[in-house]
């Protein structure tokens, strides 16, 4: 393990960081239909437990067994649908992430479990789409630094089946601590997480008062990546996650006698795109052939290091 953390810090190193290349994010979720007709219930998702789904993941095992993380966070069927297709380019959900400041895994490589989430959308029990990490500051390289220092973290799911085909996108955010740790989550990390997240996604210039937020709250700002500006509009929901610690993964760190593990809220996040750029000036693409061939011989190392 140490010689693994050795091998993210020096990736992450400030000569490294400068290179402005874009690591490939898996590719982009096939279900997705342009210009398909969906149906965008009011809400901008349907209830998962409509369809014998559940609010809180599965997560491979726990013990006891059948411990859950929480679905804490929506980016609502009725935001702009640019927002809504996993991708990078023409302003996409990885672009939108960036924006917040999240990343997708370091050097493409998945480090932890995968977890099932069942939207109650006629597909049952799927694995996260993918995992998307606090960058530091980094899109680059920063996502290598929470995989080993820990910090906010994001899987998803896309609510797309035939039985409740919203094109919701699911969040599980959570604020994790470092690899030496096991990766546990922090105390409170659960609504910590999401609520780290809405304030990034929102623009805040103050916290997200965790213990103050209730059903009905609302917080709103803007945000830019690549030349595109996102507003985003967050609602507070309760009556959908349980307000517990009971079932929860990681609830005897993360809660006490007086905190749940969950407080029982969902963030909404409703985005619009409200500018694009002018030009391809912004376009995020491979720039120069060593950064390729960098990019390339790292992808082939890295499994090999962690294999070690
Ligand atoms: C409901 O979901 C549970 C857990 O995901 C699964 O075991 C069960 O078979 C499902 N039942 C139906 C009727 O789909
Ligand atoms: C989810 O991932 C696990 C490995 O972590 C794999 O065994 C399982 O088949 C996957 N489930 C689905 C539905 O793809
Ligand atoms: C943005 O996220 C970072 C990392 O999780 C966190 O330290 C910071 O407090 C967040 N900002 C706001 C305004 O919530
Ligand atoms: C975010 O907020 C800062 C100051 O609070 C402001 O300078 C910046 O323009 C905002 N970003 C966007 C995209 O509006
Ligand atoms: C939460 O607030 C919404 C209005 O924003 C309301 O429609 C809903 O009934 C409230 N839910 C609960 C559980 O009180
Ligand atoms: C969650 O439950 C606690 C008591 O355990 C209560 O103080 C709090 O108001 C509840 N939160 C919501 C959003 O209902
Ligand atoms: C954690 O969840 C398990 C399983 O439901 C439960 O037995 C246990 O009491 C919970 N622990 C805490 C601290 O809430
Ligand atoms: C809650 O936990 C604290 C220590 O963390 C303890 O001192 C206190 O007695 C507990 N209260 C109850 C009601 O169990």
Known sequence: MPTMSLFFLALCTPALAI??????APAPNPLWRRGS????PPAGFYDP?????????SVPDTFPAGLGEPLNAIISAS??????????????????????????????????????????????????????????????????TETVEGGNHIRYWTQNGKEADSGAIFLAVSYEEPVADDHDIIFDGYNLGR?????????QSSLVPTTQ??????????????GY????????????????????????????NTTNALDGLVAVLNIKVVSKPTSSAFALSPTRPWHLLLSALLSIALPVILSL
């Open 213 to 226: 937020v209730t059903n009905g709250s609302t917080f709103s700002g803007q945000i830019s990546y690549g």
């Open 229 to 256: 500006t996102y507003q985003t509009d967050v609602t507070y929901l309760s009556g959908l996650l349980p307000n517990t610690s009971i079932g929860v993964n990681h609830n005897l760190t993360v809660s006490s």
């Open 19 to 24: 290179l402005d290349y874009d690591i490939r």
């Open 79 to 144: 935001s702009d649908p640019l927002v809504l297709v996993d991708q990078q380019t023409d302003g996409g959900m990885r672009n939108y992430f960036y924006a917040v400041g999240f990343g997708s895994e370091c050097l493409g490589q998945h480090d932890g479990s995968n977890q099932g989430a069942n939207l109650g959308d006629g597909n049952g029990l799927q694995n996260q789409t993918a995992v998307l990490r606090w960058d530091y500051g980094d899109p680059v390289f920063g996502t290598c």
């Open 195 to 203: 609520d780290w997240m809405v304030g990034n996604a929102t623009n």
């Open 49 to 57: 437990r409509n369809g014998n789904g559940s609010w809180l993941t």
């Open 37 to 40: 007709s969906r149906n965008i």
